[in-house]
């Protein structure tokens, strides 16, 4: 016993213990050219491994990818969901911003908007990746409608606790006046 702790002594001296470790996985949707998944990144002090991202816009997708490696998908996620060819990846955790144009209030025509529903597809990935929690961020007006109950009825479905806030970016140190709307699921059972 002594032997193999002077064996992990060393190797946390070398700093061959802190390569080793586990990184937590990490799934962004509806990416873009992958600003969620950079602040869960080694950059800005995390450790999250990026496994599978997808966005609809083909140059935000070479742009992720350029920046995070070649694992982001380029497509409507219902599609690729459908697909049997794509498989999602089990991770720690999923994150994403689903359009936020059927809640906007420039949106005048938000009532029928079917860009209402993708947070329909975000929680199948949450499902399909046996996550543990997620992150979705969205315009403030996503927690005051419909679709916000379905959400927390589909998560609380899935055995997830669900929490909301609208934080104010410049808060964080993010050089922005927007005041985005975050919904945090956690699943520890």
């Known amino acids: 016993m002594v032997r193999e702790e002077e064996a992990v002594y060393e190797a946390r001296r070398c700093g061959v213990l802190a390569h080793k470790r586990n990184r937590p996985t990490l799934i962004d ?10 602040g869960f990144t080694k950059l800005c002090g995390h450790s999250f491994e990026p496994v599978w991202a997808n966005d609809i816009n083909q140059y935000a997708v070479a742009t992720y990818n350029a920046n995070f490696g070649s694992h982001c998908l380029s497509g409507d996620i219902n599609d690729l969901l459908n697909s049997p060819s794509v498989q999602i990846p089990k991770a720690n955790v999923v994150i994403g911003g689903p359009p936020c144009q059927g809640f906007s209030l420039l949106n005048k025509k938000r009532d029928g ?49 669900t929490t909301a806030a609208v934080l104010r970016a410049a808060d964080f140190d993010v050089p922005r006046t927007r005041h985005p709307a975050f919904i945090l699921g956690c699943n520890f059972s």
């Not at 860009?115 to 929680?123: E, T, V």
Request: glycine share 8%.
């Open 29 to 38: 949707l509806f990416s873009g050219a992958g600003g969620m998944t950079l």
């Open 113 to 161: 908007d079917p860009r209402k529903h993708f947070s329909r597809p975000f929680m199948e990935v949450v499902k399909r990746s046996e996550t543990c929690i997620f992150v979705m961020e969205n315009v403030p007006q996503l927690l005051n409608s419909f679709e916000h109950g379905d959400i927390k009825e589909t998560a609380r479905q899935m055995g997830f606790m």
